[in-house]
């Protein structure tokens, strides 16, 4: 009982909440920079595009050469997205722990 207690009174939940919520909001840029293609090429676009005059292709995951924002990139990322979300509605309580 007194544990509870205690940790009520040192975290309310407005208080963790809120830090989840600002540790949520600083991985989405990194999140976003991934789900485009890497987190190489998102940094590095703009100083590309003006070194060389256009959308550069990245080369920094093995052979594969597609340039930021490739559809590929986005089709993977919306698949793991949309599996994830029918894991939620339909697997097993094991699954969705």
Known sequence: FSKNW???KLFPPVVVG??????GG???SGG????GGGVFCAQNMLSRSASFGGPQLC???GEVMLAYGA???WG????VILMGILIQMLGSPYLKS
């Open 71 to 73: 559809s590929e990139y």
């Open 59 to 61: 080369n920094e995951s």
């Open 6 to 8: 205690v940790r009520n």
């Open 26 to 28: 600083a991985l989405i």
């Open 76 to 79: 993977l990322g919306l698949s």
């Open 32 to 35: 976003m920079k991934y789900f």
């Open 18 to 23: 809120m830090a989840v919520l600002m540790i």
